[in-house]
């Protein structure tokens, strides 16, 4: 009789495991033997159960090797295990969903290396048949090699064909991965372009040929590689790259050349921020007519601006055109009167003050006889306590001579603004277009009581003048509540509110405008129910009891997205305490800051294995500034290794459909349900054949992708049904079968459930094959020698943000 067994899953997300351990044996309820450990050490060992003595039945062992620094070196020693049945997988990452570097059974000695800072190596054993398993050692080591690797970044080196354009190849690249891959120039532009092979050559944003010495573009190697071997330049154009600090005849590299304006062409790209600081260190407009300089300009419109470098006059003021406008300034004229407006203090009573009179001038010139804001010359704009501009009459903060001046000359403004509650975006007028003259925009936040906001700016663009156009944010129901601070152009910032309450306001003035902002904001607890401590080593999640109490919700059912991580439990306080890069955080860099983000967890219930009942869940956000992010370089030297062999497969494939019909297959990625949806499942022989029959033998679901014995849920076993949502459609009739079930989740796990479906064909003239024969409760071997197994992937299938409530509830799964 003819039977072939096949193994099908579907894989959603893979966690990453976090916990500090060494070795563990344990058996669970179920009989599965749950062996393996954490490893953060420089060097170790381990080895399968019982070594040198039989493994047991049913064993699932799984170490963690994370020594989190160079690459890991494992070699296996007198390798003895059922090949097919009791292998022994390597994988290249932090968990098992990451490369798998080798699976293999029996070898004398064995070794791989991993491409980073992590290994994980999982050996499961079967029902029966044991051998003496195997002993092995793991080590830190400075070297990556391109065994088992071609095409990959191996720690500092590379196995991928750029290497050779890079100058950053594994010592055995060409002997191991040359031919296999195929070489391109790298689009990143990130690291080092080298000089190794491309001697006299320019390599886009650096050079090889001698010349590059005077353009300062030489790559970083030449000197290493090619100094003696290409011509004379023929230009001399000095450069400060390899020359900071030195004086190259014509133009200087030290710091000086900012005061004397003879700064070589490239000073500010290489030097800038290494030389000592000068004597004198304000910036001249000696070979700069026409440019600005940071804090002054060589340009015209200086004398306007009151921006001029202290040279310029000397230098470029016959050379420049005139400016466009003439707007004075205050820079340099604090107490005098320039003509349409004022730089005295007394312009605050007659409303007459320059534009920038409040940066320059406010705090040193006498007090007014008044200080009362006027709207004279100021019609449209805001004047701090009080405003000119038409929104006045609206909120009431008109300034007290508003109706003598403006009332009859300022257009009202265009609509913005609002009130917005708990989580969600807004932007300036228009976005991302410009925005208009004298908008004054004010929002309202709000959160739940128990909440408060936090306020994030994702783009700014705004008039390069902070008096001019700015934001405002406060800290409470209204612009009369705390002041939190000032957002001007390039000020991209982060603000917290006391309370669960913030107002922001958007203001311009009558010119000049920009594409103006975008933001996010969110709620958040109070901190005193819950907060986030982040550092450059650990996330500190802390939630108070009394908090979670109310909601119904006790700590030790708390998880995150790696549900591995659990808390400490006080009689206060729940409290997470682990390294940023485990436990399931996820990191970005967003707008030139890494946010760490997980998701806080937790059901209500502590009984049974999976629930279609909503639950607790928080998102959890850290935010880190860039230098809180460090890099560090190591030489690689060379190394011989071992090699492993692959596997084959079969064409068998299994994938979801929309409907009953089956004529819509499901392709999104991830597959987002709700709780209690139906889902329509079709496992099939990619080659039809009519002379074969698929027969539906066991379909079971897990948490976790790799363990489907500690926390497993039957949908049908043995081909009988043990999940009441299980309905077969087809089985057993062609080379296809199909089946519906109701989407559940588990219980103190993550969102995604994992479905593994085995599956047997048979002829389809027997009419005695186990195909035929249905239901049946004997249990048998799963797979004869002589055939195979394969694992498919499929999914994601993850549970949709807002879930469908029902009443149904699942009943407790039948014990086969």
Not at 55 to 79: G, H, M, S, T
Not at 133 to 147: K, P, R
Not at 507 to 515: A, P
Not at 632 to 657: C, D, E, Q, W
Request: charged content about 15%; hydrophobic content about 25%.
């Amino acid at each position: 009789m003819l039977a072939f067994l096949f193994l099908c899953s579907v894989f959603i997300t893979h966690g990453v495991r976090g916990q500090t351990t060494s070795e563990m044996e344990t058996e669970t309820s179920s009989g599965v033997v749950s062996c393996g450990g954490y490893f953060y050490g420089s060097s170790g060992t381990f080895s399968s159960p019982n070594y040198p003595n039989h493994y047991p039945n049913n064993a699932d062992c799984i170490w963690y090797i994370r020594p989190n620094r160079q690459i890991v070196e494992l070699k296996f020693f007198n390798v003895n295990t059922e090949c097919s049945y009791d292998d022994i997988y390597v994988y290249d990452g932090s968990y098992t969903g990451s490369r798998l570097l080798g699976k293999f059974c029996y070898s004398n000695r064995t070794t791989f290396y991993s491409t980073q800072q992590y290994l994980t190596v999982r050996f499961r054993s079967d029902s029966s048949v044991n051998y003496p398993g195997f002993y092995a050692t793991y080590s830190v080591v400075a070297e990556g090699l391109c065994e088992n690797n071609c095409g990959y970044q191996v720690g500092n080196c590379s196995c991928s064909a750029s290497c050779e354009y890079w100058g950053k190849c594994c010592a055995d690249y060409r002997e191991v991965c040359l031919a296999t891959t195929v070489p391109t120039a790298p689009t990143s532009s990130t690291g080092h372009i080298s000089c190794r092979y491309n001697c006299g050559s320019h390599l886009g944003s650096c050079s090889c040929s001698s010349s590059c010495r005077y353009y300062g573009n030489c790559c970083h190697d030449y000197y290493s590689y090619c100094e003696s071997t290409t011509n004379s330049p023929s230009s001399a154009r000095p450069s400060c790259r390899y020359n900071c600090g030195s004086y190259m005849g014509s133009c200087s590299c030290s710091s000086s050349c900012e005061y004397r304006g003879n700064c070589c062409p490239d000073y500010y790209s290489y030097c800038s921020s290494t030389t000592n600081s000068p004597t004198a260190a304000q910036p001249s407009c000696r070979y700069n007519c026409g440019y600005y300089l940071g804090n002054c300009s060589c340009a015209s419109s200086c004398r306007y601006y009151g921006s001029c470098c202290h040279d310029y006059y000397s230098y470029c003021s016959s050379s420049t055109n005139r400016p466009v406008t003439a707007r004075p300034s205050c820079r340099y004229n604090c107490g005098s009167h320039l003509g349409s407006c004022s730089c005295s203090s007394s312009c605050r009573y007659y409303g007459n003050c320059c534009h920038d009179y409040y940066s320059y001038c406010s705090s040193s010139t006498n007090s007014p006889v008044t200080a009362r804001p006027s709207c004279r010359y100021n019609c449209g704009s805001h004047m701090g306590s009080c405003s000119c501009s038409s929104s006045c009459q609206y909120y009431g903060n008109c300034c007290h001579d508003y109706s003598y001046y403006c009332a009859a000359t300022t257009p009202p403004v265009s609509s913005c603004g609002g009130a917005l509650w708990n989580s969600g975006t807004f932007s300036s007028p228009n976005h991302p277009g410009y925005y208009h003259d004298n908008a004054y925009c004010l929002w309202q936040l709000r959160a739940s009581y128990d909440q408060r906001i936090f306020l994030a700016f994702t783009y700014l663009q705004l008039e390069n003048c902070c008096s001019c156009d700015y934001i405002s944010v406060y800290d409470g129901p209204s612009v009369n509540s705390q002041f939190l601070g000032k957002v001007c152009n390039n000020s991209l910032s982060t603000f917290y509110s006391s309370s669960n309450y913030m107002t922001v306001v958007f203001r311009t003035d009558g010119s000049v405008v920009g594409r103006g902002f975008s933001a996010e904001f969110m709620s958040s607890l109070n901190p005193n129910s819950g907060r986030v401590d982040c550092s450059s080593d650990n996330m500190n999640i802390v939630i108070d009891r009394s908090y979670l109490n109310s909601l119904g919700y006790d700590g030790h059912n708390l998880y995150l997205d790696d549900p591995y991580c659990r808390p400490q439990v006080s009689s206060y306080q729940v409290v997470f305490s682990f390294p940023l890069n485990t436990c399931g955080n996820v990191r970005k860099f967003v707008n030139g800051k890494v946010v760490y983000t997980n998701t806080l967890r937790g059901f209500p219930s502590t009984h049974g294995e999976i629930t279609r009942q909503s639950h607790l869940k928080m998102k959890v956000n850290c935010l880190m500034q860039p230098d809180s992010v460090s890099q560090t370089l190591f030489v690689v030297h060379p190394k011989n290794i071992s090699s492993i062999s692959g596997s084959g497969r079969y064409n068998t494939s299994m994938a979801f459909y929309t409907s009953s019909s089956f004529y819509y297959e499901v392709t999104e990625v991830p597959y987002e349900v709700t709780l209690n949806q139906n889902l329509y499942v079709q496992v099939n022989m990619r080659r039809p054949d009519s002379s074969l029959v698929l027969f539906l033998d066991t379909c079971v679901a897990s948490p976790t992708p790799f363990d489907f014995h500690t926390r497993a849920y039957y949908l049908v076993r043995d081909g009988c049904r043990v999940d009441n949502t299980y309905q077969p459609i087809s089985t057993g009739t062609s080379y296809r079968a199909r089946f519906t079930f109701r989407a559940f989740q588990f219980l103190r796990a993550t969102d995604s459930v994992y479905l593994q479906c085995k599956v047997v064909i048979c002829p389809a003239s027997d009419g005695n094959s186990r195909c035929r024969r249905g239901c049946s409760r004997r249990v048998a071997r799963e797979l004869e020698s002589e055939h195979h197994s394969q694992t498919l992937v499929l999914g994601p299938i993850k549970l949709k943000e807002s879930e469908k409530k029902k009443e149904e509830e699942p009943e407790k799964q039948n014990k086969a």
